[in-house]
């Protein structure tokens, strides 16, 4: 309770004289309900759609009476354990299958959690679409979907061709003319690829480049 200031129910111990089911609550000045249900011990709880109305029961085993009773029990309650386990469900998912990485970036580890949710969720999903569609069909582990999707949305899984350099050529009539296209030397310059010309010719080419370029005949 002591997310909320200045809310006086009633003690536990209190709550406990008048037996199991009973039950105390307020509302605040943003319209929110605070009850507090006493089973075999006091439960605190807080919405902001959900009251105590309608008030429903349930069935519970009395120790001294050696017998079943039927219990008191406010719809918060209800609500709550109907739709209790979500988030921590998503928690324990995941923790199972944690990715370890440091970064000084901190908004890198809120974009992973954004995408370690998103991809909980779908299994959830596709488990809950599974058990309706194919029953008898056994759904994928945790890990081997996240395996799947990793695989799917990554580069490698579909690999692309290895690029050919692009090689020049010399035309056939000037391979085959019997000129003899040997380079000359014309500049050299540091750090850079010498820039030579053939003989009988004006193809300019570089030294790095000649032995692909020079006699591609003899390649």
Request: proline share 6%.
């Amino acid at each position: 309770m002591n997310r909320v200031k200045n809310c006086q129910l009633m003690d536990e111990k209190e709550l406990k004289k008048k037996g199991r089911g009973s039950l105390d609550f307020r509302v605040n000045q943003e319209n929110d309900i605070i009850v507090r249900w006493y089973e075999n011990k006091a439960v605190n709880l807080l919405s902001s759609f959900v009251g105590v109305e309608p008030l429903g029961s349930v069935k519970r085993w009395d120790r001294k009476a050696k017998t079943h009773i039927m219990v008191p029990r406010p719809t918060i309650v209800d609500t709550y354990n109907r739709f209790m386990g979500g988030i921590d469900l998503l928690d324990m998912l995941s923790a199972l299958y944690k990715f370890s990485f440091r970064s000084q970036r901190w908004y890198i580890y809120i974009w992973w959690h954004t995408i370690t949710v998103a991809v909980i969720n779908a299994w959830i999903r596709y488990r809950r679409d599974l058990e309706k569609l194919h029953p008898r069909q056994k759904h994928l582990p945790l890990r081997r979907f996240q395996a799947s999707v990793a695989t799917l949305s990554s580069p490698e899984a579909t690999p692309t061709p290895p690029r050919r350099r692009k090689t020049t050529e010399l035309p056939p009539d000037v391979r085959k003319d019997g000129l003899n296209h040997f380079p000359t030397w014309e500049t050299r310059q540091r750090c850079k690829p010498c820039v030579v010309h053939f003989a009988m010719c004006s193809v300019e080419t570089s030294l790095s480049e000649q032995g692909q370029k020079l006699f591609p005949s003899l390649s």
